[in-house]
Every structure is written in structure tokens, then in C-alpha cells.
């Protein structure tokens, strides 16, 4: 049932790259990705640079820590673990292989690009952290990490990686960002209200939640002299234009490619599935154009909430 299903799928998602094909300026690019499934299948990255990665060049580095029955990767000289929920080296090499793979320079998934990087020296924020390989990698170019995960075995993989700065430097955040604070969810708003928000970078991923913990940041990207946001678009099939609403005073831009959902329970979504990430400057001066929404990094005065 489920291979008709997605079988299915697949005929729609083709027919909808035929017509952006026929009627979109990024016609070539998507005759790419129509090229790749008809020749792979459907994929969530229709690219190639997909083939450069392979789980089985990951299992021989998986290190595995018996004292606590977890894998871990060494990831720039740092011990970052994995749930134990991929309790063997291969399920462990698989998702390491999928985190390296989603941050490929050529990945609709990448938050970071050579024009569009962290704002260094403040606070991180990192909603949806999971393993915490975005906090991992900038370490240090923050004073204070804040890491937000509800996962219970995330959140014992986070305490094992973070160890030597729990309490200190980063804090384990186990809630739910979003626009309402109760015993399950607090707004960034409220998690800083003690802080001196000078420079602030948020991250998120968030499962189609982004709309919510956007709504609760308001008072803090207004405080703070600069902030850099990286939000992912492609939970639900308008994001990335209804999330614009919250951005109306900045520039922005999407990053680069698209990302196809081939979850089967989802088949109403679109195909436009992409990773929004932005920066919000005072530094920058006002400058208003037209962007196509599908070339859509914010950089720009704070608005006047």
C-alpha cells in the first residue's frame, strides 16, 4: 500500500517540476532535479552532490562509548554523541552520514553559506537542537548557548557532548519554543529576558512550528544591536511565503535549491520545500527591493514592533 502511495507521489511531484519548468525562471534547475529522480528515484536532495556521501565511509569512526552504551563521532577534534535510539554503528553512521550530508555546500539544508554566517561574539540560541552539531562546530564564537530539545535521548546525547560547559557556557533547554509559556513551552522572549542581548543568533528547525517561536522573539531581535536568524521553511507548504509576514521591514533570501518531502503521509504538500535562513542587522541601512520568492538572508535595521 505504501509503495502505491508513494509511487503516486512521485507522478505528482513530477507533473508539478513539468509545469515550474515550463513557466519558472528556474526551469534548468528543475529539468536537473526531474532528470535525477527519473534516472534515482525521489529523493528529499535531488542533487549530485548526494553521491558523495555513503554511510559505510562513517562506520569505521563511530566510536563507541561503553559507559554509557552510546555512539559517538569525533566532529572537528570533539566528541559529539548520537541517540542511542541507533544503537548499532551503522544506524549511528546513517544518521551522522544524514547531519553531514543535509549541511553540504550544495544543500537546500545548509544554514550557513560563504556570504551568510553566524553573528559571532553573543548568544546562540539553538531550537530544535538534536544533536547539537551547530552548536558543536561554533562553540566557541559564543558567550552563551542556549540549546532547546524535548527529545529525551537528544537531550542525554546533548549533556554528554556539552559536558565540560553545562552550566557554564551552555544550558539544556528541555521545552518547546513558541509564542506561549507554560510547563511545555516558553518563548525566546522569556528564556532571555535576563540577558544582555547585544548580539544574537538563532537557529531552528522546528517541525512547521517556525510561524509560533517567530511570534515569540519579537522583544528580542527588537533589543538586540544584531541578530542573525537561520529558520527552516519547508515543514508546510506555504512557509515560505507566510513567514515573510514576520520579516516584513528586512531583505531576505532563501538558500540555494529545493527539497522534495517524501514523508507518506504528507502528499499535499508542495514541492517548494526549502531552508529560509536571514539576518537581521542594525547596521545595515534600509534598503527595500523585490526579490523572487524563490531566491529569496535577511540583513537590515531592526522594525519598529
Known amino acids: 500500500m505504501e509503495q502505491v502511495r508513494l509511487h503516486r507521489y512521485k507522478k505528482q511531484v513530477i507533473e508539478e517540476l513539468k ?57 572537528n577534534g570533539k566528541k559529539m554523541y ?44 539553538d531550537i530544535g537542537a538534536a544533536e547539537g552539531f551547530f552548536a558543536l562546530d561554533n562553540i566557541h564564537n559564543f558567550r552563551k548557548i542556549y540549546l532547546l ?23 539544556i533547554v528541555p521545552k518547546f519554543a513558541s509564542d506561549t509559556n507554560d510547563s511545555n513551552c516558553i518563548t525566546i522572549d522569556k528564556l532571555l529576558q535576563n540577558e544582555n542581548i547585544d548580539r544574537l543568533t538563532i537557529k531552528m528547525d522546528v517541525e512547521g512550528a517556525e510561524a509560533k517561536v517567530l511570534d515569540g522573539c519579537k522583544k528580542s531581535f527588537s533589543s538586540a544591536e544584531e541578530v542573525s536568524a ?10 515560505s511565503k507566510e513567514l515573510l509576514c514576520y520579516l516584513d521591514d528586512f531583505e ?12 507518506l503521509q504528507v502528499f499535499k504538500k508542495k514541492i517548494s520545500y526549502r531552508t529560509f535562513r536571514c539576518i537581521i542587522s542594525l547596521r545595515q541601512p534600509l534598503q527595500r527591493k523585490v526579490i523572487p520568492y524563490d531566491k529569496l538572508i535577511i540583513q537590515q535595521r531592526k522594525p519598529d514592533w
Not at 530539545?149 to 544550558?171: H, P
Not at 529558520?231 to 512557509?239: A, E
Open 19 to 75: 509545469m515550474n519548468i515550463k513557466s519558472n525562471d528556474d526551469a534548468q534547475e528543475f529539468q536537473g532535479i526531474l532528470d535525477r529522480i527519473m534516472m534515482h528515484g525521489l529523493s528529499v536532495y535531488n542533487y549530485d552532490f548526494v553521491d558523495n556521501y555513503d554511510f559505510r565511509q562513517y562506520i569505521d569512526k563511530m566510536k563507541y562509548d561503553g559507559q554509557v552504551k552510546m555512539y559517538y563521532f569525533l566532529r
Open 82 to 125: 548520537i541517540s542511542r535510539k541507533y544503537n548499532t554503528a551503522e544506524m549511528a553512521a546513517v544518521c551522522y552520514k544524514n547531519i553531514c550530508l543535509e549541511q553540504d555546500e550544495s544543500s537546500p539544508h545548509r544554514y550557513i553559506s560563504k556570504d551568510f554566517n553566524i553573528t559571532a561574539g553573543g548568544i546562540l540560541v
Open 149 to 171: 530539545e524535548c527529545d529525551a535521548n537528544w537531550i542525554e546525547a546533548l549533556n554528554k557532548t556539552f559536558s565540560d560547559d553545562i552550566g557554564k557556557k551552555v544550558m
Open 230 to 239: 537561520f529558520v527552516t521553511c519547508y515543514h508546510r507548504p506555504n512557509d
Open 252 to 263: 531576505y533570501e532563501f538558500s540555494q535549491g529545493y527539497m522534495i518531502n517524501t514523508t
